[in-house]
């Protein structure tokens, strides 16, 4: 191919390159997808364009750009297929959560609504707003079985269309296959109302009745409408005696309401040209389409994708294909059917059935008046109905068949039709229909391998397809013109809706082209006679690049343009005009200055020529302007040959020696030499050119020695008449040689020419053997004789690479090299040319040199190579000789390298023995080796180890003698090879183990060569791999060190266990900056690059045991995954274990002295150090973190993530290094060592003083302190007393919680210890919280016994379906805004309706309304305006400060429900560790079951004041774990001596059932303790028996104490078999509330009874003294003696206070959306009134939330926990809820000596707390605002999820209780409202009110 053939080729294939890739770049279409979700349905609404995609759980709504409009959830929902709808989930126990398939999805136009069915409720439906599909409009409650619309079966199709009935009546035709559940009774075709109440029944509409439903099994495949009809198309048995399906079309009359004109007929489709008896059928339809007619002749049509069957089976099989049916023809079918059913007994001409009743009707086809059909076009009663024709509409497939065709949809255009086919492979096939033939034009691929929907839809332009695969929708554009970006793809795109617009210049609809109706303006893709604008002929079709010309172009069909438009000729950018004669175009090429420079490389340069019409390109080819002269440059040795074989008409001019394009050459010169192309002109051809042809003498020319060159040149008479002098050149290494040369013609050869060059001596200095040399010849100065083909020399040099005799006498003879001795003067021996040897040549080599020898040592067995390495060695491999230690050695000749090596194989010796090496060249003497070469027998004695994995990698140790003998050594073991490690040595072996398939013993073999040496009498075992079962713990900090223990099978076979972290990318800004906040961090090694992955080495203690110690990971890198590498098996942690391993980021901690941690920390020895910190216990347990002060250890009690513990010794210890005057206080985590500074004893008040004595007189002097104090305040002047009392009591109190600070920092260690157990307990069990039901019960309902929801319907049996329904109307009409507005407004008028009341009927209202939380919302959002009015007129401030309207109690059950999920997932935890943190520290004292009194407390009036002695008790308590004595656990349990026997027991049942509820439990009074000694010393216990003491009226309980049970005793709870007079009143009511009235009947003259303290005893001020100011004012300073009790418990409990409250108020966690939202309102009720007080918008925020909701549930978490709280407890906990509400008022919070100890006790906290507070309110009103929608979405996923919890019905009955109370109030304010007139709520109240109890009214 010629080069300008080759450019056009090449223009071309990039052109195609891009036109691909602008076509793949416009397969990006518009999706919507949801990858996690089923699509089941998509509908369109035709007046928005919005599109509605119905899936399973799930429906959207999209805009025409598949943008997201709206979303709801439509499950999944508690149901079962096998019940009916049901409220009470004890009606169908076998419910589950069941996914809600979306079986219909139907747009009603008429109605504007959306019609929804799924799968669930046995199919019911519901209809939502066009609008918004989140806005249901009608949704079926308590459905009837003729209300069940959707198959109930995932895999049944249903098919649905909503039409109106002449005279308006909407109606929804429905289609559903058979389904074997519940509703599996439901005829196949059933129609159903829209417009009317019951919606969605068919009572008394039409529905196709069947004899037996499986005897046809309808499968339903769509359904259409057209001019007032409906057809269905389905596939069905034929009958019950025949078993194939086959595929029908049924109609029906729109206003024909029961199915009277019903009639089917069957389709067939069969294969292209074959006939259906004989040929290939297709029975079961799978998609169709009905393509409207149009007003035209184009009527309707019908295309229906059909499979291939499986004989009586429905299932098709994957051959498909497409068959159409014009519905005339369809409609001719029924209605010659109808007729023939009508009129002639179903019989045609011939009296054969055409036509039948089916479907087991017992009717049959009549005689009726021939006009029958015409007179009844819908059919009537008296007509036979359902009608079956018999004879079959048949259709031939349009295509060949497609694979698995799933969807079809068509529309028409002009005379054509295109219908899109989608496939279960997810592609959409286009497919062009014309009245000839059908043809498949383009596919596209949807979704790779997912399944296109039959839901292919069209918009309402025609213009765009949105095709449903299973997890999106794509929209595509039904014609792709425009990403056809040249003419020959769009015309072989055979797309019909595509054409070439010519003078546009681009792919695009026929409308789209301005010039479409003139020709060949417009080149349709279809068109036979289509065919692009194409340059035919270009003349010249090249040109010289010195020349500018005219071009004339031939481009046949050319459009015609108007008058006054031109075209234009671009060549590349030079344009000119043109002239148009009919198809010859003429163009003016540019001037040469304006063409590109030439192609690199290339005498040409390709320009595009291109037809022009407005910058549009008509059509194009590539022009080429060549430059002749560039022959001289690109064929430098023959550029004359060069320029007249070049396909361009060029001229050798052969005196100026130039290029020309012209055939004349300068002035005067006639030696030309034409171009080949011009033949016949002579000269002409390369053939005629001076030329070099060959070397004549000999090519090898040897250095140091002159010699000639003679040469062939022809052609050279040219020169012979100018007289040239002529120069032979060679080129050498760089140097050039020019010589003189003699010019002779040879004899009897007219045009060859001898050419004689100087004789001359060569030389180069390369060290090459040869240099080619290039020889040409120049005529005079200038002029070069093209050389014909390579022509050159070989320079040689015979002593380059010939170092010695051999090598030189092994040179080809062709060299003439010999070994030239050195002269007598001393001079060396060389290889040189013959002629070049002044001395002797030396006929025979001297004796070989033998440089080396290896190896040195052999086997005796011989059979190894030895490879000798040397000089003069010889020439061939036959003339050497070679003996070895004496014993003859066998050269391998393939091995041999002349002179200098070789390789023999040695023989075998008898012995061991030495001796040298001999080489033996032909008769001169031997060379003999200066190392002698030794034969040993090497000997293997033992291996280590003896057994390794299957896995192989164990590094052997082959033990011996002589092992290194040889070099070729090989280690097996059995037939495996064993992988040489280290270097061998002479005593032992090392090589790793391969890979092995099975267990066993193997022998150990070595091979020295071909010998074989065994280790005797030694095996080596494979056993099986190591296997990993279990590794903790799963967690390390960044810096290792942490010991995960490895539990496992063969550990112990692993040689080198090792640990390995796989290491990834760096870690992320969030982790720096992190680690820029710590105050301390941990030292480390250094760092290494994140490339290597760090790797620790573990230890095996066992076989099943390994200990492995985490790597550090380098800074700045971040840890994959954990890898075990045992010797060859490698396991990550995650597959060993089941789940990841994790690091954190290394912890941190403060200094102890954190203002100048260069000071030393002073430590009172007794006391407890805390250390802070931050991530301490996420990578470490306290176990395994040491703490040491100098020597000595400091215990570590509890580790938090926060705080770390630790018991430090009592005596200072030694500092560790030598010097030190003081030890550092050292905490070590792994590979971390923390060093927090320098500890300072402080040891000077110790002495001799006892303990108890300094601990007495510090309490008594901080009394002392106090009551001074006081007494100082007393004299203060009034005006200043208030600040200086806060200030001091704020010391005081700092001062004695510095006292009591040791003792708090003791008792929070074992606080902390309990609630890590119990956290660990809770793992397990979990906290229990209260089911949602209970939980909505205690709140609504607090003190109700029979509450609501616990209670059924009250009515008799025979009125209750009347009174339910009655009930379902009440709670549709709460549904309606005006009515419940006014309902409340009117209840809360009446005096007589009680605060009581009021949040009775609020809490029953709420459980009413709870399936619809928004609708509650926004009335309680309308009744809080309403109020806010009333509270703006007078204080505002005031509002919600009580319960005292519905709405208060509205609201707080609104917060109850929203916060129910937080209250689980956040608050629950922190809530119950508070709990139980008080229930412990409570209990660890001795507490009075009398008084209630205890010694642990924080509420004075409950506080013990009286010392009592006591003493903690371990007992062992006898636990059944099974049935038998012998399945008895023991259980220890922690109690006090002074516990009373029931307080014993409910100690032990909650130490025994501490993972179950307390409602769970045994009670307490059903049990007896008894105590256990030896085999047969069995003591029941009790609070009251004959020991007990009574002295003076006073009886007191029985204690552990008084039975003398000692510590460690074991005891059991056995079932009570008596009654107990104590445990049965006394003890019951002290657990249940308040004593005093008890203890009041007892001073009447009874026995009174007593626990710790009687009750006179205790130090309190008598009623007799309180008269007097005086007195009142002592008696307040009495309990401050003992607030040091008080502080101590205060400061244990106070990290889980504040837990608690950082919970609530949402510190570092989002914040509930209810809350955000709620908010949000009461800030818009403010700026809506005008208030612009923040401390108003506090207040009502307080008030809302934390005093309404937290607080209560702060002193009562048996509102949310299933527990028992005493007393005791619940006083605490009114102390800390007491503490949240000073925190949450505005006012600043000061005390003095007037303020109750409770509030001293928190003092100092509250104002913490109160920013706490008002950062919580800042927080939340600078978030984002929460959205109506998100907020909906969030109420309605509530009501969901709580749907079965709460029962209505009672709820509706107790409300309708408090209406019929006040019914003639209600009544009257409902007439006299005007919104109430006009929708008759006052009428239907009296409807409701007859239902409910036959009420007589105005009706």
């Given at each position: 191919?010629?080069?300008?053939?080759?450019?056009?080729?090449m223009?071309?294939?990039?052109?195609?390159?891009?036109?691909?890739?602008?076509?793949?770049?416009?397969?990006?279409?518009?999706?919507f997808s949801?990858?996690d979700?089923?699509f089941?349905?998509?509908?369109?609404?035709?007046?928005t364009?919005?599109?509605?995609?119905?899936?399973?759980n799930?429906?959207?709504?999209l805009?025409?750009?598949?943008?997201?409009?709206?979303?709801?959830?439509?499950?999944?929902?508690?149901?079962?297929?096998?019940?009916?709808?049901?409220r009470?989930?004890?009606?169908?126990p076998?419910?589950?959560?069941?996914?809600?398939?979306?079986?219909?999805?139907?747009?009603n136009?008429?109605?504007?609504?959306?019609?929804?069915?799924?799968?669930?409720?046995?199919?019911?439906?519901?209809?939502?707003?066009?609008?918004?599909?989140?806005?249901?409009l009608?949704?079926?409650?308590?459905?009837s079985?003729?209300?069940?619309?959707?198959?109930?079966?995932?895999k049944?199709?249903?098919?649905?269309?909503?039409a109106?009935?002449?005279?308006g009546?909407?109606?929804l035709?429905v289609?559903?296959?058979?389904?074997?559940?519940?509703?599996?009774?439901?005829?196949?075709?059933?129609?159903?109302?829209?417009?009317?109440?019951?919606?969605?029944?068919?009572e008394?509409?039409?529905?196709?009745v069947?004899g037996d439903?499986?005897?046809?099994?309808?499968?339903?495949?769509?359904?259409?409408s057209?001019?007032g009809?409906?057809?269905?198309?389905?596939f069905?048995?034929?009958?019950?005696?025949?078993?194939?399906?086959r595929?029908?079309?049924a109609?029906i009359?729109?206003s024909?309401?029961?199915?009277?004109s019903?009639?089917e007929?069957?389709?067939?489709c069969?294969?292209?040209?074959?006939?259906c008896?004989?040929?290939?059928?297709?029975?079961?339809?799978?998609?169709?389409?009905?393509?409207?007619?149009?007003e035209?002749?184009?009527?309707?049509?019908l295309?229906?994708?059909?499979?291939?069957?499986?004989?009586?089976?429905?299932?098709?099989?994957?051959?498909?294909?497409?068959?159409t049916?014009?519905?005339?023809?369809?409609?001719?079918k029924?209605?010659?059917?109808?007729?023939?059913?009508?009129?002639?007994?179903?019989?045609?001409?011939?009296?054969?059935?055409?036509?039948?009743?089916?479907?087991?009707?017992?009717?049959?086809?009549?005689?009726?008046?021939?006009d029958?059909?015409i007179?009844?076009p819908?059919?009537?009663?008296h007509?036979?109905?359902?009608?079956?024709?018999?004879?079959?509409?048949?259709?031939?497939?349009l295509?060949?068949?497609?694979?698995?065709l799933?969807?079809?949809?068509?529309?028409?255009?002009?005379?054509y039709?295109?219908?899109f086919l989608g496939?279960?492979?997810?592609?959409?096939h286009?497919?062009?229909?014309?009245?000839?033939?059908?043809?498949?034009?383009n596919?596209v691929t949807?979704?790779?391998?997912?399944?296109?929907?039959?839901?292919?839809l069209?918009?309402?332009?025609q213009?765009?397809?949105?095709?449903?695969?299973?997890?999106?929708?794509?929209?595509?554009?039904?014609?792709?013109?425009?990403m056809?970006?040249?003419?020959?793809?769009?015309?072989?795109?055979?797309?019909?809706?595509c054409?070439?617009?010519?003078?546009?210049?681009?792919?695009?609809?026929?409308?789209?082209?301005?010039?479409?109706?003139?020709?060949?303006?417009?080149?349709?893709?279809?068109?036979?006679?289509?065919?692009?604008?194409?340059?035919?002929?270009?003349?010249?079709?090249?040109q010289?690049?010195?020349?500018?010309?005219?071009?004339?172009?031939?481009?046949?069909h050319?459009?015609?343009?108007a008058?006054?438009?031109?075209?234009?000729?671009?060549?590349?950018?030079?344009?000119?005009?043109?002239?148009?004669?009919e198809?010859?175009?003429?163009?003016?090429?540019p001037p040469?200055?304006?063409?590109?420079?030439?192609?690199?490389?290339?005498?040409?340069?390709?320009?595009?020529?291109?037809?022009l019409?407005?910058?549009?390109?008509?059509?194009?080819?590539?022009?080429a302007?060549?430059d002749?002269?560039a022959?001289?440059?690109?064929s430098v040795?023959?550029?004359?040959?060069?320029c007249?074989?070049s396909?361009w008409?060029?001229?050798?001019c052969?005196?100026?020696?130039?290029?020309?394009?012209?055939?004349?050459?300068?002035?005067?010169e006639?030696?030309?030499?034409?171009?080949?192309?011009?033949?016949e002109k002579?000269?002409?051809g390369p053939?005629?050119?001076?030329?070099?042809?060959?070397?004549?003498s000999?090519?090898?020319l040897?250095?140091g020695?002159?010699?000639?060159?003679?040469?062939?040149g022809s052609?050279?008479?040219w020169?012979q008449?100018r007289?040239?002098?002529?120069?032979?050149?060679?080129?050498v290494?760089?140097?050039?040689?020019?010589?003189?040369?003699?010019?002779?013609?040879?004899?009897?050869?007219?045009?060859?020419?001898?050419?004689?060059?100087?004789?001359?001596?060569?030389?180069?200095?390369?060290?090459?053997?040869?240099?080619?040399?290039?020889?040409?010849?120049k005529?005079?100065?200038?002029?070069r004789v093209?050389n014909?083909?390579?022509?050159?020399?070989t320079l040689?040099?015979?002593s380059?690479?010939?170092?010695?005799c051999?090598?030189?006498?092994?040179?080809?003879?062709?060299?003439?090299?010999?070994?030239?001795r050195?002269s007598?003067?001393?001079?060396?021996?060389?290889?040189?040319?013959?002629?070049l040897?002044?001395e002797?040549e030396?006929?025979?080599?001297?004796?070989?040199?033998i440089?080396?020898?290896?190896?040195?040592?052999?086997?005796?067995?011989g059979?190894?190579?030895?490879t000798?390495?040397?000089?003069?060695?010889?020439?061939?491999?036959?003339d050497?000789?070679?003996?070895?230690a004496?014993?003859?050695?066998?050269?391998?000749?393939?091995?041999?390298?002349?002179?200098?090596?070789v390789?023999?194989?040695?023989?075998?010796?008898?012995q061991?023995?030495?001796?040298?090496?001999?080489?033996?060249?032909?008769?001169?003497?031997?060379?003999?080796?200066?190392?002698?070469?030794?034969?040993?027998?090497?000997v293997?004695i033992?291996?280590?180890?003896?057994?390794?994995?299957?896995a192989?990698?164990?590094?052997?140790t082959?033990s011996?003698?002589?092992?290194l003998?040889?070099?070729?050594?090989t280690?097996?073991?059995?037939?495996?090879p064993?992988?040489?490690?280290?270097k061998?040595?002479?005593?032992?072996?090392?090589?790793?183990t391969?890979?092995?398939?099975d267990?066993?013993?193997l022998?150990?073999?070595?091979?020295?060569?071909q010998?074989?040496k065994?280790?005797e009498?030694?095996?080596?075992?494979y056993?099986?791999?190591?296997?990993?079962?279990?590794?903790?713990?799963t967690?390390?900090?960044?810096?290792?060190?942490?010991?995960?223990?490895?539990n496992?099978?063969n550990?112990?076979?692993?040689?080198?266990?090792?640990?390995?972290?796989?290491?990834g990318?760096?870690?992320?800004?969030s982790?720096?900056?992190?680690?820029?906040?710590r105050?301390?961090?941990?030292?480390?090694?250094?760092r290494?690059?994140?490339?290597?992955?760090?790797?620790?080495?573990?230890?095996?203690?066992?076989?099943?045991?390994?200990?492995?110690?985490?790597?550090?990971?380098?800074?700045?890198?971040?840890?994959?995954?954990?890898?075990?590498?045992?010797?060859?098996?490698?396991?990550?942690?995650?597959n060993?274990?089941?789940?990841?391993?994790?690091?954190y980021?290394?912890?941190?901690?403060?200094?102890?002295?954190?203002?100048?941690?260069?000071k030393?920390?002073?430590?009172?020895?007794?006391?407890v150090l805390?250390i802070?910190g931050?991530?301490?216990n996420?990578?470490?347990?306290k176990?395994?973190v040491v703490a040491m002060?100098?020597?000595?250890?400091?215990v570590?009690?509890?580790?938090?993530k926060?705080?770390?513990?630790?018991?430090?010794?009592?005596?200072?210890?030694q500092?560790?290094?030598?010097?030190?005057?003081?030890?550092?206080?050292?905490?070590?985590m792994?590979?971390?060592?923390?060093?927090?500074?320098?500890?300072?004893?402080?040891?000077?008040?110790?002495?001799?003083?006892?303990?108890?004595?300094?601990?007495?007189?510090?309490?008594?002097?901080a009394m002392?302190?106090?009551?001074?104090?006081?007494?100082?305040?007393?004299?203060?002047?009034?005006?200043k007393?208030?600040?200086r009392?806060?200030?001091?009591v704020?010391?005081?109190?700092?001062n004695?919680?510095?006292s009591?600070?040791?003792?708090?920092r003791?008792?929070?260690?074992?606080?902390?210890?309990?609630m890590?157990?119990?956290?660990?307990?809770?793992?397990?069990t979990?906290?229990?919280?209260?089911d949602?039901?209970?939980?909505?019960?205690?709140?609504?309902?607090?003190?109700h016994?029979?509450?609501p929801?616990?209670r059924n319907l009250?009515v008799?049996?025979?009125?209750?379906?009347?009174?339910?329904?009655?009930?379902?109307?009440l709670?549709?009409l709460?549904n309606n805004?005006?009515?419940?507005?006014?309902?409340?407004h009117?209840?809360e008028?009446?005096?007589?309706?009680?605060?009581?009341?009021r949040?009775h009927?609020a809490?029953?209202?709420?459980v009413?309304?709870?399936?619809k939380?928004e609708?509650?919302?926004?009335?309680?959002?309308?009744?809080?305006g309403?109020?806010?009015?009333?509270y703006?007129v007078k204080?505002?401030?005031?509002?919600l400060?009580?319960?005292?309207?519905?709405?208060?109690?509205?609201?707080?059950?609104?917060?109850a429900?929203?916060?129910y999920s937080?209250?689980?997932?956040?608050?629950?935890?922190p809530?119950?560790?508070?709990f139980?943190?008080?229930k412990?520290?409570?209990?660890?004292?001795?507490?009075?079951?009398?008084?209630?009194?205890?010694?642990?407390?924080?509420?004075?009036?409950?506080?013990?004041?009286?010392?009592?002695?006591?003493?903690?008790?371990?007992?062992?308590?006898?636990?059944k774990?099974?049935?038998?004595?012998?399945?008895?656990?023991?259980?220890?349990?922690?109690?006090?001596?002074?516990d009373?026997?029931t307080?014993?027991?409910?100690k032990?049942?909650?130490q025994?059932?501490?993972?179950?509820?307390?409602?769970q439990r045994p009670?307490?009074?059903?049990l007896?303790?008894?105590w256990r000694?030896?085999?047969?010393?069995?003591?029941t216990?009790?609070?009251e028996?004959l020991?007990s003491?009574?002295?003076?009226?006073?009886?007191?309980?029985?204690?552990l104490?008084?039975?003398?049970?000692?510590?460690?005793?074991?005891?059991?709870l056995?079932p009570?078999?008596?009654n107990?007079?104590?445990?049965?009143?006394?003890?019951q009511s002290?657990?249940?509330?308040?004593?005093t009235?008890m203890?009041?009947?007892?001073?009447?003259?009874?026995?009174r009874l007593?626990?710790?303290?009687?009750?006179?005893?205790?130090?309190?001020?008598?009623?007799?003294r309180?008269?007097?100011?005086?007195?009142r004012?002592?008696?307040k300073?009495?309990?401050?003696?003992?607030?040091?009790r008080?502080?101590?418990m205060?400061g244990?409990?106070?990290?889980?206070v504040?837990d608690a409250?950082?919970?609530?108020?949402?510190?570092?966690?989002?914040?509930?959306?209810?809350?955000?939202y709620?908010?949000?309102?009461?800030?818009?009720?403010?700026?809506?009134h005008?208030?612009?007080d923040?401390?108003?918008?506090?207040?009502?925020?307080?008030?809302?939330?934390?005093?309404?909701?937290?607080?209560?549930?702060?002193k009562?978490?048996?509102?949310?926990?299933?527990?028992?709280?005493?007393?005791?407890?619940?006083?605490?906990l009114?102390?800390i809820?007491q503490?949240?509400i000073?925190?949450?008022t505005?006012?600043?919070h000061?005390?003095?000596?007037?303020?109750?100890?409770?509030?001293?006790?928190?003092?100092?906290?509250?104002?913490?707390?109160?920013?706490?507070?008002?950062k919580?309110?800042?927080?939340?009103?600078?978030?984002?605002p929460?959205?109506?929608?998100?907020?909906?979405s969030?109420l309605?996923e509530?009501?969901?999820?709580?749907?079965?919890?709460l029962?209505?019905?009672?709820?509706?009955?107790?409300?309708?209780?408090y209406?019929n109370?006040?019914?003639?109030q209600?009544?009257?304010?409902?007439?006299?409202?005007?919104?109430?007139?006009?929708?008759?709520?006052?009428?239907r109240?009296?409807?409701?009110?007859?239902?409910?109890e036959?009420k007589v009214?105005?009706?």
């Amino acid at each position: 191919m010629s080069p300008p053939l080759q450019v056009i080729a090449m223009d071309v294939q990039i052109f195609l390159l891009l036109s691909c890739l602008l076509q793949s770049y416009g397969q990006l279409f518009l999706t919507f997808s949801r990858p996690d979700t089923t699509f089941n349905h998509m509908t369109q609404d035709l007046q928005t364009g919005n599109l509605y995609v119905g899936a399973v759980n799930h429906i959207y709504q999209l805009g025409p750009e598949l943008e997201l409009i709206d979303e709801d959830s439509t499950g999944p929902r508690l149901d079962s297929p096998d019940c009916l709808p049901f409220r009470d989930l004890h009606d169908c126990p076998q419910a589950q959560m069941m996914d809600n398939t979306n079986k219909l999805l139907v747009v009603n136009e008429v109605g504007q609504e959306l019609i929804v069915c799924g799968q669930i409720f046995q199919g019911v439906c519901e209809k939502r707003s066009l609008e918004a599909v989140t806005q249901i409009l009608n949704q079926t409650e308590d459905p009837s079985d003729n209300q069940f619309v959707a198959a109930n079966d995932p895999k049944v199709n249903t098919v649905g269309l909503a039409a109106a009935t002449p005279d308006g009546q909407q109606l929804l035709f429905v289609g559903r296959g058979l389904t074997a559940k519940l509703s599996g009774g439901i005829p196949p075709i059933t129609i159903r109302q829209l417009d009317r109440p019951p919606v969605f029944t068919n009572e008394g509409l039409g529905k196709l009745v069947v004899g037996d439903f499986s005897d046809y099994d309808n499968r339903f495949v769509g359904v259409f409408s057209n001019e007032g009809h409906v057809y269905f198309l389905f596939f069905r048995r034929v009958a019950k005696s025949q078993m194939e399906y086959r595929t029908f079309v049924a109609r029906i009359c729109v206003s024909d309401l029961h199915l009277y004109s019903y009639v089917e007929v069957p389709l067939e489709c069969c294969a292209q040209g074959q006939s259906c008896d004989q040929g290939q059928r297709y029975p079961l339809a799978q998609a169709a389409y009905l393509m409207p007619g149009t007003e035209g002749e184009r009527k309707a049509e019908l295309f229906v994708v059909f499979a291939a069957g499986q004989g009586s089976t429905p299932a098709p099989e994957a051959e498909t294909t497409l068959c159409t049916y014009k519905l005339k023809d369809v409609d001719e079918k029924m209605e010659q059917a109808r007729r023939l059913c009508y009129t002639e007994e179903g019989k045609n001409e011939k009296g054969e059935e055409d036509a039948a009743i089916e479907y087991g009707v017992n009717s049959k086809c009549a005689r009726l008046p021939n006009d029958s059909p015409i007179k009844n076009p819908c059919g009537g009663e008296h007509t036979p109905s359902p009608i079956v024709g018999q004879v079959s509409l048949v259709a031939q497939s349009l295509l060949p068949e497609l694979p698995q065709l799933s969807a079809v949809v068509a529309l028409a255009e002009e005379d054509y039709t295109v219908v899109f086919l989608g496939d279960s492979a997810g592609h959409l096939h286009k497919v062009h229909l014309d009245s000839e033939n059908a043809h498949v034009y383009n596919t596209v691929t949807v979704r790779k391998d997912s399944a296109v929907q039959p839901d292919l839809l069209l918009d309402s332009h025609q213009r765009f397809l949105y095709v449903m695969t299973t997890s999106e929708v794509t929209r595509l554009p039904v014609a792709e013109c425009s990403m056809l970006p040249n003419c020959s793809s769009c015309l072989q795109s055979r797309d019909p809706f595509c054409g070439w617009c010519v003078l546009q210049g681009r792919c695009t609809e026929k409308r789209q082209c301005e010039r479409f109706e003139e020709t060949n303006h417009w080149l349709w893709s279809n068109g036979k006679d289509s065919q692009c604008p194409t340059i035919e002929t270009i003349d010249p079709a090249n040109q010289s690049r010195e020349e500018q010309t005219e071009v004339v172009l031939t481009v046949p069909h050319l459009p015609l343009i108007a008058e006054g438009e031109h075209f234009h000729c671009a060549f590349g950018d030079f344009l000119s005009l043109v002239t148009v004669h009919e198809m010859q175009i003429i163009c003016t090429s540019p001037p040469p200055d304006q063409l590109p420079v030439n192609q690199v490389g290339k005498d040409y340069v390709t320009v595009r020529l291109a037809l022009l019409f407005n910058n549009v390109v008509i059509a194009s080819a590539g022009f080429a302007f060549y430059d002749c002269s560039a022959a001289l440059t690109l064929s430098v040795s023959s550029p004359c040959q060069s320029c007249v074989s070049s396909p361009w008409r060029c001229h050798w001019c052969l005196l100026s020696y130039s290029c020309v394009h012209t055939q004349t050459c300068g002035e005067g010169e006639t030696l030309i030499i034409h171009s080949q192309q011009d033949a016949e002109k002579e000269p002409s051809g390369p053939d005629s050119c001076p030329l070099l042809e060959r070397v004549e003498s000999s090519q090898l020319l040897p250095v140091g020695i002159k010699r000639e060159l003679d040469l062939i040149g022809s052609n050279l008479h040219w020169f012979q008449e100018r007289d040239f002098a002529y120069q032979c050149v060679l080129e050498v290494a760089g140097f050039t040689v020019v010589l003189r040369a003699e010019v002779d013609q040879l004899p009897n050869a007219d045009n060859l020419f001898r050419i004689y060059c100087q004789e001359h001596e060569y030389h180069y200095s390369l060290p090459e053997q040869e240099l080619p040399v290039t020889v040409y010849v120049k005529a005079g100065n200038t002029y070069r004789v093209d050389n014909k083909g390579d022509v050159h020399v070989t320079l040689y040099n015979c002593s380059v690479g010939h170092m010695d005799c051999s090598h030189c006498k092994a040179v080809d003879p062709k060299y003439s090299c010999v070994w030239c001795r050195g002269s007598e003067e001393g001079g060396s021996a060389n290889c040189v040319f013959k002629e070049l040897c002044m001395e002797k040549e030396t006929a025979v080599c001297p004796t070989p040199t033998i440089h080396s020898i290896v190896p040195l040592t052999g086997p005796l067995e011989g059979e190894i190579s030895l490879t000798i390495s040397g000089s003069n060695l010889g020439v061939k491999a036959d003339d050497v000789l070679v003996t070895v230690a004496g014993l003859p050695c066998s050269p391998v000749p393939i091995l041999y390298s002349v002179s200098t090596r070789v390789v023999c194989v040695i023989t075998a010796s008898e012995q061991e023995r030495s001796g040298p090496v001999e080489v033996s060249v032909g008769k001169r003497p031997p060379g003999i080796s200066s190392e002698n070469f030794t034969y040993q027998n090497p000997v293997l004695i033992g291996v280590s180890p003896k057994h390794g994995p299957m896995a192989g990698g164990t590094y052997l140790t082959i033990s011996g003698t002589k092992l290194l003998t040889g070099s070729d050594i090989t280690a097996f073991v059995g037939e495996l090879p064993c992988v040489l490690v280290d270097k061998i040595q002479d005593e032992q072996i090392v090589c790793s183990t391969s890979p092995s398939n099975d267990t066993g013993e193997l022998s150990v073999r070595v091979l020295y060569g071909q010998t074989v040496k065994v280790l005797e009498g030694i095996l080596f075992q494979y056993v099986e791999n190591p296997n990993i079962v279990s590794a903790q713990p799963t967690t390390s900090f960044y810096g290792g060190g942490r010991t995960i223990t490895v539990n496992g099978a063969n550990l112990d076979v692993v040689q080198e266990p090792v640990l390995k972290v796989i290491l990834g990318l760096q870690m992320g800004v969030s982790d720096k900056r992190r680690r820029r906040k710590r105050a301390l961090v941990a030292s480390s090694a250094s760092r290494v690059q994140c490339d290597v992955d760090p790797q620790e080495r573990c230890h095996s203690n066992s076989s099943q045991l390994l200990v492995c110690p985490t790597p550090e990971i380098p800074r700045g890198c971040h840890p994959l995954d954990l890898l075990f590498v045992l010797d060859n098996v490698m396991v990550t942690f995650k597959n060993a274990t089941g789940e990841p391993f994790k690091y954190y980021v290394n912890p941190s901690m403060k200094p102890l002295f954190k203002d100048d941690p260069s000071k030393p920390y002073s430590l009172k020895p007794g006391n407890v150090l805390d250390i802070e910190g931050e991530d301490l216990n996420l990578g470490i347990t306290k176990e395994e973190v040491v703490a040491m002060i100098g020597n000595g250890i400091c215990v570590v009690k509890t580790l938090t993530k926060n705080h770390l513990y630790c018991v430090p010794p009592l005596t200072p210890p030694q500092p560790l290094e030598e010097g030190a005057a003081l030890p550092e206080f050292v905490v070590r985590m792994g590979n971390l060592k923390f060093t927090l500074g320098q500890v300072k004893y402080d040891t000077e008040g110790q002495s001799s003083f006892p303990p108890e004595a300094q601990i007495g007189l510090g309490v008594a002097a901080a009394m002392v302190v106090f009551i001074v104090l006081i007494i100082i305040f007393m004299y203060r002047r009034k005006s200043k007393q208030a600040m200086r009392d806060y200030k001091k009591v704020l010391v005081q109190l700092e001062n004695l919680e510095i006292s009591v600070g040791d003792q708090c920092r003791k008792e929070f260690t074992d606080l902390m210890t309990e609630m890590m157990d119990l956290t660990s307990d809770l793992e397990g069990t979990g906290i229990p919280f209260l089911d949602y039901r209970t939980y909505v019960e205690r709140i609504f309902f607090p003190g109700h016994t029979g509450s609501p929801l616990c209670r059924n319907l009250d009515v008799p049996e025979t009125r209750r379906s009347t009174v339910e329904q009655g009930l379902t109307q009440l709670s549709n009409l709460l549904n309606n805004k005006v009515f419940l507005i006014k309902l409340i407004h009117t209840l809360e008028k009446q005096q007589t309706f009680s605060q009581r009341d009021r949040c009775h009927a609020a809490s029953l209202l709420t459980v009413v309304l709870h399936g619809k939380l928004e609708y509650l919302t926004d009335i309680m959002k309308r009744l809080l305006g309403d109020l806010a009015e009333q509270y703006v007129v007078k204080n505002p401030k005031l509002m919600l400060r009580r319960t005292e309207t519905m709405v208060e109690k509205l609201l707080t059950n609104w917060m109850a429900i929203c916060l129910y999920s937080f209250l689980r997932e956040a608050a629950g935890e922190p809530l119950y560790m508070l709990f139980r943190a008080i229930k412990y520290q409570v209990d660890k004292g001795p507490v009075d079951t009398v008084t209630g009194k205890a010694k642990r407390t924080l509420n004075d009036s409950r506080l013990l004041r009286e010392d009592i002695e006591y003493h903690a008790m371990m007992l062992t308590v006898l636990v059944k774990s099974g049935s038998g004595e012998s399945q008895q656990q023991r259980v220890p349990v922690r109690v006090l001596d002074t516990d009373t026997i029931t307080q014993v027991k409910e100690k032990i049942l909650d130490q025994v059932y501490k993972g179950t509820p307390y409602s769970q439990r045994p009670s307490v009074h059903s049990l007896d303790l008894e105590w256990r000694s030896g085999v047969a010393g069995h003591l029941t216990l009790s609070d009251e028996d004959l020991t007990s003491v009574t002295q003076n009226q006073w009886k007191r309980i029985n204690t552990l104490y008084h039975y003398k049970v000692p510590d460690g005793a074991t005891v059991a709870l056995i079932p009570r078999l008596h009654n107990n007079i104590l445990d049965n009143g006394t003890s019951q009511s002290f657990l249940s509330g308040e004593q005093t009235p008890m203890l009041e009947d007892g001073e009447e003259g009874g026995i009174r009874l007593w626990h710790l303290v009687k009750a006179t005893e205790e130090p309190e001020v008598s009623k007799q003294r309180r008269s007097s100011l005086k007195e009142r004012e002592r008696a307040k300073a009495i309990p401050e003696i003992y607030l040091t009790r008080l502080l101590s418990m205060k400061g244990t409990l106070q990290k889980f206070v504040d837990d608690a409250f950082q919970v609530i108020l949402c510190v570092n966690r989002p914040v509930p959306i209810a809350v955000k939202y709620y908010f949000d309102f009461l800030d818009e009720m403010a700026d809506k009134h005008g208030i612009e007080d923040q401390e108003t918008t506090h207040i009502w925020k307080t008030n809302s939330l934390l005093l309404r909701f937290w607080v209560l549930i702060l002193k009562n978490p048996q509102l949310i926990f299933d527990v028992q709280v005493s007393d005791n407890v619940d006083s605490i906990l009114s102390v800390i809820a007491q503490t949240f509400i000073d925190s949450c008022t505005v006012a600043e919070h000061k005390v003095g000596r007037d303020s109750p100890v409770n509030k001293l006790l928190y003092a100092r906290e509250i104002p913490r707390y109160k920013q706490l507070v008002e950062k919580y309110y800042m927080d939340i009103q600078q978030t984002i605002p929460a959205s109506y929608q998100e907020m909906n979405s969030s109420l309605t996923e509530l009501s969901v999820n709580h749907a079965t919890d709460l029962n209505c019905l009672v709820a509706l009955q107790e409300l309708y209780n408090y209406i019929n109370k006040y019914y003639d109030q209600i009544i009257t304010a409902l007439e006299e409202d005007p919104m109430g007139q006009k929708q008759q709520l006052a009428y239907r109240l009296q409807q409701i009110a007859a239902v409910v109890e036959n009420k007589v009214t105005d009706l």
